[in-house]
């Protein structure tokens, strides 16, 4: 075999996309003039879109997207929320931020939001306050409502009924509330999310019905796990408890367990995280020393975030956290502790 050291390869071919940098820009899905609206209520929680916000939009892009299409989905949200385009909004109204503790004057803004749109389906969360507001709409609307929906699509809606021995099906109705987990999160190319004000009438003259309301937060030391946002577990990998402790009261996070640790006797049965423990819905997962059994990663499926310390590379939880640490958790919580001393002092 011979080789020719002297023949140079030919130089690469550009693409048109290389050639023009600006093609290359993230695609933006834009509805000018939409022949239809559907309108989203959205939690949104300290201004970031949970798991159920998402499928609640997905949802909405369900019914926008059917038929002829060019449909719209208006977020209504209390104050600036990020990802709203890529969850699918193509409208962002804003209302509600100074009526959140009373739902009777967050209803008349939507009210006067439905007036100007005349929206052909409105979403709502089976939430505690989701829940609520769609309710009081369907009264003060005089109209039928379809809650705690369990199957979804643009031409029929599912809910259990006969306590849950029974299903009732038929046509979407204008006003629905949507429980958790049961329509799929919008995966599309991003959409618009264009802020749009709308004129609501003024709330002058209608006194409400709380005086005065303040947020009492709850001592997450004694929060039960399923209602935790934020959870630190100890798994085997852990040994000195009260270094966990001090690090779970200075993070204000309830504290949680493996199986191993509570078989043990080392921690209370009521915090063990898992299938055979707690299933979290928690924000929030911090786990220390937790290899990542089966039963535990069921456990954890519905939390948003996940932060690992391990000192296994490839054990399950690193794999499955968002954030790791491969690092002997013995090491890393009394550093933890040094960083938020300094910081609040």
């Not at 209520?41 to 916000?53: H, I, M, N, Q, T």
Request: a negative charge; proline letters at 6%; hydrophobic letters at 45%.
């Amino acid at each position: 075999m011979r080789i020719d050291r002297g023949i140079r390869s030919p130089a690469p071919k550009t693409t048109p996309a290389q050639q023009n940098p600006v093609q290359n820009s993230p695609q933006i899905r834009i509805i000018e003039t939409p022949a239809f609206h559907v309108v989203v209520v959205v939690d949104a929680e300290k201004g970031r879109l949970s798991r159920f916000d998402r499928q609640l939009i997905g949802a909405a892009r369900l019914f926008a997207d059917a038929g002829e299409g060019n449909g719209a989905v208006i977020a209504v949200v209390p104050a600036s929320t990020d990802d709203l385009g890529e969850a699918g909004a193509d409208r962002v109204v804003f209302a509600g931020a100074g009526a959140q503790a009373d739902a009777s004057l967050y209803v008349i803004d939507l009210l006067a939001l439905d007036e100007k749109l005349q929206a052909r389906h409105w979403l709502f969360a089976e939430t505690s306050r989701g829940g609520d507001l769609a309710r009081r709409m369907a009264v003060k609307l005089q109209e039928p409502i379809l809650t705690q929906i369990e199957h979804l699509t643009a031409r029929q809606a599912v809910r259990a009924s006969h306590a849950a021995t029974r299903e009732e099906a038929g046509r979407p109705p204008r006003l629905m509330t949507i429980e958790e987990d049961r329509v799929s999160a919008y995966a599309d190319i991003a959409c618009e999310a264009r802020p749009i004000s709308i004129e609501t009438q003024p709330n002058a003259g209608i006194a409400s019905a709380i005086i005065a309301s303040r947020l009492i937060p709850g001592d997450p030391s004694s929060m039960p796990l399923a209602e935790a946002d934020f959870v630190v577990s100890a798994g085997n990998g852990v040994t000195d408890f009260k270094a966990f402790y001090d690090l779970a009261s200075a993070l204000r996070a309830t504290p949680g367990a493996s199986r191993v640790v509570c078989d043990a006797g080392l921690m209370p049965r009521e915090a063990q995280v898992g299938a055979s423990g707690t299933v979290l819905a928690a924000d929030c997962y911090f786990a220390l020393g937790i290899a990542g059994a089966p039963q535990h990663l069921q456990g954890i499926a519905g939390c948003e975030h996940v932060i690992a310390v391990n000192t296994d590379l490839h054990a399950a939880m690193i794999e499955r956290a968002g954030l790791a640490i491969v690092q002997d958790a013995q090491k890393v919580m009394p550093a933890l502790l040094r960083l938020l001393e300094a910081r609040r002092g």
